[in-house]
C-alpha cells in the first residue's frame, strides 16, 4: 500500500469538470511532482490534497487513513505557498511558530523547534526581522520553515520557485532536493517548469485539462513518452516531432522524412515496434530527442540502430557546452544537438546521426503512441 | 546660426510660459484656500475677543486684548435651552455615542468585508450589493420607520426594567443613537474593508487555515493587524460623521440630558436671552469640531500605505 494514495479524484465547479479522475500514488519518502501547463488543474489537485478545495467524489488517503473530508489542519500536512504567505504583521519566529501556537504547544517547546528549523535553514540571523525586510530567497526559506517545523506526514509545495529569479530558482531547487534527501520527507510539488520536475521527481504525474496523461518516473516520461503532449512538453529544448510516413528500405520498415527540394530521406529501421508495421504508406509523427540526433562522432557508440543522413543546417546556435543546429525536415525546423566544438556552419550540408533506437512514433490522428 | 539659436530661444520662451503658469495655478490655489479659511478664521478670531470689541471693531481684526472668557464660559456656563452649565455635558454625550458607534461600526464591517471576501458563500456578491444600497438610503427616509423600531425597543426596554430589574439600556437615547448610527454605517464600513480585503492575499488564510487558525483568530491575528491603513481611513470617516450628524441626533435624542454635542450646539446659537454673545458661540462651535480634527491629526499619522508590503514576492 502506498503512502499518499489518491483514487478517482474529481473535482467540479458548477458544470465545469476540473478534475475528471485523478489516480495517483506515492511511496513514502517518494517525491511526486505534478506538472503540466497553466490551467491543467495541477493546484487545484494539490489544494484538493491540502483541504483548501472539497472534493466532488473519490478518495485521498495519507497513510492509510481517508483525509478527504478532514480539515486542512487536521491532515497533519504543511504547504508552502508560491507567494510563501508569510504573515506581515509577525516576525519570522512568529510565522514559523503560528501553527504551533494555534496548537497550544508551550512556549519553551515552540523556541526549541524553531531553533532547530533555522539551524536546518540556516536563517536564525533572521528570525526577530518582519517578512518584509528579507529578500526573495530569504522568504522562500522562511516559508519552508514553517513547512518543516510541522514534521508533517506530506509536505505539499504550489510553485514555491516561481518568484525567484533563474540563478536563485537553480540554488533553491538543489537546496530542496538536499532538503528531501536528508530528511527524507514525503513530498508533493506542483510546477508548470519541466526541468524543475525532471530534476526533483522520483514520480511524476503529468497532466494536461483535469486528466493525468501519464504517470511515472522521470525516466520513464522522459524516454517513454505515452502520448504526443507529453512528448512535447517534457525536455529541453523540446522533442521534435517530425511529420513522416512509414516506408520500407529492404526488408525493413523505414522512416520517410520529406525535405525541401531534395529527395526525402529514408531512414531504414532495424528493430522498429510491432504496432508500426500496421502504418506502412501512412502518416506518423516522428520523435526524436535533439540529443538523439547529433553529429556522426558525437552519436552513442553503443547504439544498436544509427542511421546517418545528409541535413541541410539553417540556423547554428553555440549554447557554450553544446552547440544547437536546425534543419528542416518534413515542413518542420529540426534541433540537433551536436558537440560544442563541431565545425559547422550554417547554409551548409553535414551528415546527421539519428539515434532511432531513442525514437518514438506517435499516431497523428489519436495523437497516442505508436508501440 | 539661426539654427543653433532658435531652441535656445524656444526653451527660455518654454521656461516663461511655465513659471506664468506656475504663478496662475499657485494663485488660485492660494485664493481658494484663503476663501475657505477665511470663516475658520473669522470664528478663531472672535472665539478670543471682548463682546466690546466685536461690536465696535472690525471682523477680521485680530484681538486687541485676547481673552480665554468666551471658551471657559462656552465650556461651562452657557445656556442650552433652560439649562445654564455649558456643553460639556453634551461634549461627553457626543463622545460616548461616537465612540461605540464608531467602534462598532467598523469592526461589523470588518468582519463583513472579511466573511464577504475570504469566505464567499452563495449570493455573497447580491448580499454585498444589496449592503452597498443602504449607502445609498436618504437619512429622510429612514427617520419614521426607525422612531417606530426605537419605540418598540423603549417598550420592550421598560418591560425589561419591571420585569427583570434591568433595561439592558435599551430605549436609552444614547444607546439607540449608536444602534441608528451602527445600522446606517455598517455600508458605508462593509464597502471600505471588502474592497480592501478583496486585494488581500487569500494565501494567507489559506495558510493560516493550514496552520489550524479558526474563522476568529484568522479575522484577528491575520485580517486585523493588516488592516490599519483602511482601519483609519474607516476611523476617520464613521467619527466625522457620527460626531458632525445633526439629524439623527435631533430626531432621537432633541430634547433632555442625553443631547449630543450638535443639538447642543444649535441651541446654544438659538438661545435668545439677551445679546447674542457671538463670542462664546464661536467658541462653542470650536469645541465642537475640534475632535474631528484631532482625529484626523492623530489618526492621519498612521495614514501610510506600503504596510503590505512585503506580505507576497518582492
Known amino acids: ?371 | 546660426m539661426s539654427a543653433v539659436t532658435t531652441p535656445a530661444r524656444q526653451a527660455s520662451g518654454g521656461v516663461n510660459v511655465k513659471v506664468i503658469n506656475r504663478i496662475v495655478i499657485y494663485g488660485l490655489l492660494a485664493l481658494f484656500a484663503l476663501f475657505y479659511l477665511m470663516p475658520l478664521f473669522v470664528m478663531l478670531v472672535t472665539s478670543f475677543k471682548t463682546m466690546d470689541e466685536i461690536q465696535n471693531g472690525n471682523m477680521l481684526a485680530l484681538p486687541k486684548a485676547p481673552t480665554f472668557d468666551p471658551w471657559l464660559k462656552a465650556w461651562g456656563e452657557t445656556c442650552v435651552g433652560l439649562t445654564c452649565a455649558g456643553i460639556k455635558g453634551y461634549f461627553w454625550n457626543s463622545i460616548k455615542m461616537v465612540v461605540p458607534a464608531v467602534l462598532i461600526s467598523t469592526m461589523l464591517g470588518a468582519l463583513n468585508g472579511y466573511v464577504l471576501t475570504k469566505w464567499r458563500f452563495r449570493g455573497a456578491t447580491l448580499v454585498f450589493g444589496l449592503m452597498l444600497f443602504a449607502c445609498f438610503i436618504p437619512f429622510q427616509s429612514v427617520l419614521l420607520p426607525m422612531a417606530t423600531i426605537l419605540g418598540s425597543v423603549g417598550r420592550f426596554g421598560v418591560t425589561l426594567q419591571n420585569s427583570i430589574g434591568t433595561s439592558f439600556g435599551l430605549g436609552n437615547s444614547t444607546v439607540n443613537l449608536v444602534f441608528v448610527h451602527v445600522v446606517y454605517g455598517i455600508g458605508f464600513t462593509t464597502l471600505f474593508f471588502r474592497n480592501y480585503y478583496e486585494a488581500f492575499p487569500t494565501e494567507l488564510v489559506k495558510a493560516a487555515q493550514v496552520d489550524g487558525a479558526s474563522f476568529f483568530q484568522i479575522f484577528r491575528r491575520i485580517m486585523l493587524p493588516n488592516s490599519m491603513p483602511i482601519f483609519v481611513v474607516t476611523v476617520i470617516y464613521q467619527f466625522t460623521n457620527i460626531w458632525n450628524d445633526f439629524l439623527f441626533a435631533s430626531a432621537y435624542a432633541g430634547t433632555g440630558d442625553s443631547m449630543p454635542m450638535t443639538v447642543a450646539l444649535n441651541n446654544v446659537v438659538n438661545t435668545s436671552t439677551g445679546v447674542v454673545e457671538y463670542n462664546v458661540n464661536m467658541a462653542a462651535a470650536m469645541i465642537a469640531a475640534l475632535p474631528t480634527l484631532l482625529v484626523y491629526v492623530l489618526a492621519g499619522r498612521y495614514f501610510v500605505r506600503g504596510l503590505m508590503a512585503g506580505a507576497v514576492k518582492g
Not at chain 1, 504525474?205 to 504517470?215: H, K, P, S, T, Y
Open chain 1, 1 to 371: 500500500m502506498a503512502f499518499l494514495e489518491i483514487d478517482g479524484l474529481r473535482k467540479r465547479f458548477g458544470q465545469v469538470e476540473i478534475l475528471k479522475g485523478i489516480d495517483v500514488e506515492l511511496e513514502k519518502g517518494g517525491f511526486l511532482v505534478l506538472v503540466g501547463p497553466s490551467g491543467c488543474g495541477k493546484s487545484t489537485l494539490l489544494n484538493t490534497i491540502a483541504g483548501l478545495e472539497t472534493i466532488t467524489s473519490g478518495e485521498i488517503r495519507v497513510d492509510g487513513r481517508q483525509i478527504n473530508d478532514l480539515h486542512p489542519s487536521k491532515r497533519d500536512i504543511a504547504m508552502v505557498f508560491q507567494s510563501y504567505a508569510l504573515y506581515p504583521n509577525m516576525t519570522v519566529a512568529g510565522n514559523i511558530s503560528f501553527g504551533m501556537e494555534m496548537r497550544g504547544v508551550p512556549v519553551a517547546e515552540r523556541q526549541k523547534a524553531i531553533d532547530k528549523v533555522a539551524k536546518v535553514l540556516q536563517i536564525g540571523h533572521l528570525l526577530q526581522r518582519k517578512p518584509s525586510q528579507l529578500s526573495g530567497g530569504q522568504r522562500q526559506r522562511v516559508a519552508m520553515g514553517r513547512a518543516l517545523v510541522r514534521d508533517p506526514k506530506l509536505f505539499l509545495f504550489d510553485e514555491p520557485l516561481s518568484n525567484l529569479d533563474a540563478k536563485l530558482r537553480v540554488d533553491m531547487r538543489i537546496e530542496i532536493k538536499r532538503l528531501h534527501a536528508t530528511t527524507g520527507t514525503t513530498i508533493v510539488y506542483v510546477t508548470h517548469d519541466q526541468i524543475e520536475a525532471m530534476t526533483l521527481a522520483t514520480k511524476i504525474a503529468v497532466m494536461r485539462d483535469g486528466e493525468v496523461q501519464q504517470f511515472g518516473t522521470p525516466a520513464e516520461i522522459y524516454n517513454n513518452p505515452t502520448n504526443l503532449f507529453v512528448a512535447d512538453f517534457m525536455g529541453s529544448p523540446a522533442m521534435n516531432l517530425i511529420p513522416a510516413t512509414i516506408g520500407t528500405n529492404g526488408n525493413a520498415l523505414s522512416v520517410v522524412l520529406q525535405r525541401e527540394a531534395r529527395e526525402p530521406i529514408n531512414l531504414p529501421m532495424a528493430n522498429a515496434p510491432a504496432g508500426l508495421s500496421a502504418f506502412q504508406g501512412k502518416p506518423i509523427i516522428f520523435g526524436v530527442r535533439p540529443e538523439a540526433l547529433t553529429d556522426p562522432e558525437g552519436a552513442e557508440r553503443n547504439a544498436s540502430n544509427i542511421a546517418t543522413a545528409d541535413c541541410h543546417i539553417e540556423v547554428v546556435e553555440p549554447a557554450g557546452s553544446d552547440t544547437f543546429a536546425v534543419t528542416n525536415l518534413g515542413g518542420k525546423g529540426v534541433v540537433a544537438r551536436l558537440r560544442a566544438d563541431a565545425n559547422i556552419q550554417p547554409g551548409t550540408s553535414t551528415p546527421l546521426a539519428f539515434n532511432l533506437t531513442k525514437a518514438v512514433f506517435f499516431d497523428p490522428a489519436t495523437e497516442n503512441r505508436i508501440r
